[in-house]
DNA sequence: AATGAAAAGGAAAGCGCTTGCTCCTTCATC
DNA sequence: GATGAAGGAGCAAGCGCTTTCCTTTTCATT
């Protein structure tokens, strides 16, 4: 049988409440009592029970993690840095695949919920808002990582998608291309809108011409990518570079250029989001904008942790700058060509 | 606050005996009550704390999962179908990162148990043998996913790596291959062994030559790849094929053609193991020994599941079948050359 | 209408732990 | 030696639920 807190109690010949105040360091207790307690404890490998501890009004321990898969790379890092994080503060993480249906997150939030975990990290485009307010209501911690909706109130770290798309096209003007295009996911997500915009600016700031069929919107898939890139690239008036919004749709790019026969980065240069360890595979290796995800994980933790202590009355979205990461996709364009 | 149990009694006129009975479907209730009671609990949208359900003796639903890093694919991959499996029966999943560090792995093995969860699956070379089998001394189901240690007495779930390995070797010498290099990680783990193993055989079997200093044991990191791969193909008395027995020392070996000046799959073939994202996103498509990891996720499961219900006295190991799944990275050799 | 078995539901004892309250010791102080 | 303030430690309530016993109803039988 498990070892309780009355076995130890009995065993060194103190009460229960003893025992308790020893392991949290609570109350009042002399020397030899508490160095007799931990002795004992220390003998019979006692281990509290969190779930008894947790019935008492404390803390589970436990946050849960919501995001879309935990099988692509970029929330398998995220959902790495979290844990890493948890871990350091001494709790535990669950993590749950959504699939994106909002059902499933629906039933996994109720779940969260019924474990009473003591708080949520939600890195989906969430559609469950009324669901999530009411936690907030009822003093459940909940805050976002990744993925931003301008009309939530809600604690949130982000990164600064306008900065990371003007970066990236930036990179790509400086490098001499004059044929821009952009490959987004759906854009009434923020994060590709904002990358949309600051294609946008930056071309026009740098009075480049600004080609229609050449602002493409589409899944954020590898084949969808792939179709896309196809079909801009197939005419011999086609774009001398690419920003596409996530590494995915990137590397549908690097097919489709193989497909046509074009080589990347002399052809093509190219430029991806997220530096996913797919950047780091491909040949060449894909040159693409790095979000800190580590640092943001330790943040929307801390900010989590902020709020159970109840330090926090008001809700932040704090932005991170992403960084470019130059690799081997992007090349200076010879006009000679 | 929070809705109780109590809450719901009362406003239904009931014990709180009644609505457990009601919940859980156990003892005799008039239709007329149940009803009643589940009117009430819609309108008040209780939900039962699983924290005091688990403390009454009852399940947490919850499983543990320990790996090394969700951050590689390839556990990435074994975490998100375990998660699904869980999902099915109504479990949710812990997900421990151990870094293959024998420390975090014991620290994360007491924390299950204090937290209570019905079963714990491992997918670590762990070194916690004495630890995992006092777990299993009380009833605490564990088991292990895609690592064999031959000398442990538990329930595991692996993919038969001298099939795989014998797969991988064959495919490349009837494609005319004579000239063959292996590459591993650490033989000291079965599977690494075992497809060395394999390769021998093979190599044996159809009469080959057996050269020493293309038996190449090494840490499975693409650094280590590129490095060892690089040492072998610089010679003009270079291997015309290689089989790594995973994905990343495969990726190695591109980079280390690449540098050459080899050409995949014209100079050189390649084999990987594990067939993660990455074999599908390098240039050629890797080809790859693919374990099933959506049936080793839903056995892992299943095997747990019946040791909780103490359905099973035996331990068993379940090897299932890898599949060769073909790519761009293998091709004919012409001895012409 | 009396009888007893089956049906329905309540009371209460935990599960293992925290914590407010209370009570008993010690000492230092006068 | 009497007094009172700390210091130590125990009692018991309670967290929200399950489950064993028991009591009360209900209803078919005679």
Request: net charge negative; with cysteine.
């Amino acid at each position: 049988m498990k070892t309780t807190i009355y076995d130890v109690a009995e065993k060194a010949g103190v009460s229960i409440s003893t025992v308790s105040r020893v392991i949290n360091n609570t109350g009042r207790i002399s020397d030899k009592t508490r160095k007799k307690v931990l002795e004992v404890i220390e003998a019979l490998e006692y281990q509290p029970s969190l779930v008894a501890t947790a019935l008492t009004g404390k803390r589970t321990g436990t946050i849960g993690l919501i995001i879309p898969d935990v099988a692509n790379p970029f929330f398998a890092e995220i959902a790495r840095r979290i844990e890493d994080q948890c871990r350091e503060i001494g709790f535990s993480l669950l993590i749950c695949n959504t699939e994106n249906n909002p059902d499933t997150e629906e039933m996994y939030l109720d779940l969260l919920k019924q474990k009473s975990v003591d708080g949520i990290i939600i890195g989906t485009i969430s559609r469950n808002q009324y669901v999530i307010e009411e936690y907030l209501q009822e003093k459940l911690p909940v805050a976002r990582i990744a993925y931003d909706q301008p009309d939530w109130r809600i604690d949130a770290v982000l990164v600064d998608y306008f900065l990371g798309g003007h970066q990236a096209v930036s990179h790509l003007v400086q490098l001499g291309h004059k044929k821009l295009a952009i490959m987004t996911g759906n854009r009434s997500h923020a994060g590709n809108k904002l990358c949309y915009e600051a294609f946008r600016q930056v071309i026009a700031e740098n009075g480049l011409a600004l080609r229609e069929e050449w602002l493409i919107e589409t899944d954020s898939t590898m084949e969808d990518g792939r179709q896309k890139a196809l079909e801009i690239l197939s005419s011999s008036d086609r774009p001398t570079a690419i920003f596409a919004s996530c590494d995915s749709l990137a590397i549908g790019v690097y097919q489709a250029a193989k497909t046509i026969g074009l080589r990347i980065p002399e052809d093509l240069s190219v430029v991806g989001f997220n530096n996913t360890i797919l950047a780091a595979v491909v040949d060449p290796p894909l040159t693409s904008i790095a979000q800190p995800i580590q640092e943001m994980g330790r943040q929307v933790v801390e900010l989590l942790m902020r709020e159970m202590e109840g330090e926090k009355a008001v809700k932040q979205r704090v932005f991170l700058a992403p960084e470019l990461i130059v690799r081997g996709s992007t090349k200076k364009w010879e006009s000679a060509r």
